[in-house]
C-alpha cells in the first residue's frame, strides 16, 4: 500500500493544518515515530486543548507553553511514553487537567477525568479504538476530523505488540472506522490523511494478506515466530524485525483464538 511522506518539520514551531488546528512535532524522531510525535493546539472557546503533550522533553513543552497561550484541557489518545511523557510537566506549567480513557493500561498514570466509548469533552467524541495499545483513543468532530494518533497513521502502519497490543481488537478498531464518513485523519505521526476510508481499506487488506501469508506457511510445516519473520520479512530493514515479529505474536494469537492455528511443542501450526 502507499503511504504518505513529508519534508523534516520545522522544530518548536507551532504550523496550521486545518482552521483552528496546529500542530508542533516534537523533537524524538525514529524508526517507529517518523519525524517525531505530532502534539496538536486545537482552538476553544476556554483556550486551547493540546492532544498528545508527547514525549518528556523540556524543550518542547516550552514550546506548547509558548505557542498555545491558555491551556484549557489535555487530551490522551493513548499511554505510550511518546505521547503522555510530557503530561506531567505540562499540567505543572499551566494547571491544566488531563482527559483519557478510563481503563489505563499505565498504573503510574490516571486522567484527571475518564472517558469512555463515544464520551464527548469539548465538542470532541472519544472513539475507544483499542489495538495498537489497550487504552487507545481517537477524537472525531462532528465535521468529519478525527485525531486518530496512532491507530491509524499515514506514514505507516501500526505495530501491534500483544499483550498491550490486540490484533483481533485492531482488525475491529479499523471496521468501527470504516462504518464512519469521516473526511480527514490527524495521525499521531506524519502528515495530515485526506479521503480516509480508502486508505482504512488498505491497511485491513494489508493485515489480511499477511494473515493469509501466515496461514499458508503453517500449512507446510510447524514454525516458529522467528521463522516466520525470516520468512514473511526477508527484505524489511533489520532494524523494524522486532516490530514486525509482535505484529506476527499479534496475527499468531488473533488465529489461534478463531481456532485457525495452533500452538505445539514443535511450533506453531494450522489447525
Given amino acids: 500500500m502507499a503511504f504518505l511522506t513529508e519534508p523534516q518539520p520545522a522544530r518548536g514551531v507551532a504550523t496550521e493544518i486545518l482552521p483552528g488546528i496546529r500542530r508542533i512535532v516534537a523533537v524524538n524522531p525514529g524508526v517507529m515515530t517518523y519525524h517525531g510525535t505530532n502534539t496538536y493546539l486545537i482552538d476553544d472557546p476556554d483556550g486551547t486543548i493540546v492532544l498528545d503533550p508527547g514525549p518528556d522533553d523540556a524543550a518542547h513543552v516550552a514550546s506548547i507553553v509558548a505557542q498555545a497561550g491558555r491551556v484549557s484541557r489535555i487530551l490522551l489518545s493513548h499511554t505510550h511514553h511518546d505521547h503522555f511523557g510530557a503530561v506531567a ?68 502502519s501500526s505495530v501491534v505488540s500483544p499483550p498491550n497490543g490486540d490484533m483481533v481488537a485492531y482488525f475491529s478498531s479499523l471496521n468501527l472506522l ?49 521463522g516466520l519473520v525470516e520468512a514473511l520479512y526477508s527484505k524489511i530493514d533489520p532494524t523494524l524485525k522486532r516490530a514486525a515479529e ?10 489461534s483464538r478463531e481456532g485457525r492455528a495452533v500452538e505445539r511443542a514443535e511450533g506453531w501450526l494450522a489447525a
Avoid at 213 to 224: E, N, Y
Avoid at 246 to 255: P, S
Fill in 89 to 156: 510537566a505540562l499540567k505543572h506549567a499551566t494547571g491544566a487537567q488531563s482527559w483519557g480513557f478510563a481503563r489505563t493500561t499505565d498504573p503510574a498514570f490516571t486522567p484527571d477525568h475518564r472517558l469512555d466509548h463515544e464520551d464527548s469533552v469539548a465538542g470532541w467524541q472519544a472513539l475507544h479504538t483499542p489495538g495498537h495499545a489497550a487504552d487507545h483513543l481517537c477524537f472525531a468532530r462532528a465535521d468529519g476530523v478525527v485525531f486518530t494518533a496512532d491507530h491509524v497513521m499515514s506514514w505507516s
Fill in 178 to 226: 470504516l462504518a464512519r464518513d469521516d473526511r480527514v485523519y490527524l495521525p499521531g505521526h506524519g502528515p495530515m490523511l485526506e479521503t480516509p476510508r480508502p486508505f482504512v481499506r488498505d491497511l485491513l487488506a494489508h493485515r489480511m494478506k499477511r494473515e493469509a501469508a501466515i496461514l499458508a506457511a503453517l500449512d507446510s510445516r510447524p514454525a516458529s515466530t522467528t
Fill in 246 to 255: 509482535r505484529n506476527v505474536i499479534a496475527h499468531l494469537q488473533k488465529l
